[in-house]
């Protein structure tokens, strides 16, 4: 059977009326199978997750872009994370017996669909671009929102299908195909944005830019800044603070688990926030992993320990929770704690592993949120 995942991000995280609504127009058609809606509300961003059979999941994510369209309206839109569109970004994933040019296609189908039909400005990223230099999902949305106007207009810019003009209400939606991503944040014991900007800067593939003694940019022959490589590869990441968490946080997407899995990047953020005199108190899952993603970083952190990896998966998940997860004030496991919803509960925990073990593909579900 064919099977592949879609994982559209919306903007809109804090009126559940419509987050529900437009993950429900996706999970309406037959052949669908929504296996979650993950609202964050000081980021006003929400993932939805599916899957089926390619032709359900195109004609699904058709559906859910049409439907944010009509109860999404960008001008009004404030939040936390960087956005360009109602929809702003829809990547389809191989799953099982789909290769990436299928999901490649997937993706063009879909973007003409939307920019005849709806419209919208459409662009193509990651193995469905166009140019090279539409590759990059962070360098499309560069400007936001609020550039897209201006940006619209640039020959180098102009949209892969749909009209070459500003939409104030929709503003544009990127559509692409590309290999298993985890969104994951870890969270700093600071409320500052800045030091959080400093610990993702260290961490991310792309680094930071290159400065002089006075702080200015230090240009190539070409003009161009000079880039100082990050610690990790394929690794994007920025700094924000989240007032819900009482927190800032490195965000991260881990974008090949083979290359920096999860263990690495929330060690390597813990050792960086300590350089810096800071504290990594927690880490959250947005969306969904594999239950792979967990279990290896339960043996990583057993044999750190110098004990044996050869456990129960239950036993290698709960590893990884208390590690990523630090412990409750007191010496308290988290999951014996009822407090904020930063705080996950084991008890929840071992019931996605058990419903995982079921599933073909064995994802961790929910937003998996842990913390001090």
């Not at 001008?75 to 936390?80: E, N, Y």
């Not at 956005?83 to 993706?107: E, K, N």
């Not at 992993?289 to 998940?317: N, W």
């Amino acid at each position: 059977m064919k099977v592949v995942e879609c994982v559209p991000n919306i903007s809109e995280g804090r009126r559940r009326e419509i987050y529900d609504t437009v993950a429900a127009a996706a999970g309406a058609v037959p052949g669908v199978t929504l296996l979650n809606v993950d609202p964050g509300a000081d980021t006003n961003r929400t993932v939805i997750t599916f899957v089926g059979e390619p032709a359900a999941v195109l004609e699904g994510a058709f559906q859910l872009i049409r439907k944010g369209y009509e109860l999404i309206d960008m001008s009004k839109h404030r939040g936390a994370h960087p956005r360009i569109g109602a929809v702003d970004v829809v990547p389809f994933v191989p799953v099982a017996d789909v290769t990436m040019d299928d999901c490649a296609l997937l993706a063009r189908r879909l973007g003409e669909r939307v920019g005849k039909e709806l419209s919208i400005p459409v662009y193509l990223y990651e193995f469905a671009a166009t140019a090279p230099h539409r590759r990059n999902l962070a360098d499309i949305r560069e400007g936001e929102y609020e550039g897209l106007a201006k940006k619209i207009e640039h020959r180098d810019w102009k949209p892969d299908f749909g009209p070459a003009k500003f939409n104030p209400r929709s503003g544009a939606t990127v559509i692409g195909a590309r290999k298993f991503l985890v969104a994951y944040n870890v969270n700093l014991n600071t409320m500052d944005k800045r030091l959080a900007t400093r610990v993702a800067f260290d961490v991310r593939e792309r680094g930071r830019m290159k400065r002089d003694e006075e702080g200015n940019p230090v240009l190539d022959q070409r003009g161009e800044p000079v880039w100082e490589s990050g610690l990790l590869k394929s690794v994007k990441a920025v700094g924000w603070v989240i007032p819900e968490y009482g927190c800032a946080q490195v965000s991260m997407n881990l974008t090949d688990l083979d290359i920096t899995p999860l263990h690495l990047a929330f060690d390597t953020c813990d050792e960086r926030a300590r350089e810096r005199g800071l504290r990594v108190t927690g880490s959250e899952i947005v969306g969904l992993v594999p239950l792979s993603v967990l279990l290896d970083s339960g043996r990583h952190y057993l044999k750190r320990m110098g004990r044996p990896a050869g456990v129960s998966e239950s036993a290698l998940v709960q590893t990884a929770i208390r590690t990523l997860g630090k412990i409750i004030g007191g010496g308290m496991p988290i999951g014996a704690y009822g407090g904020s919803r930063t705080n996950c509960r084991a008890t929840r925990q071992r019931r996605a592993a058990d419903r995982c073990r079921r599933s073909p593909r064995r994802w961790v579900p929910r937003s998996q949120r842990w913390s001090q």
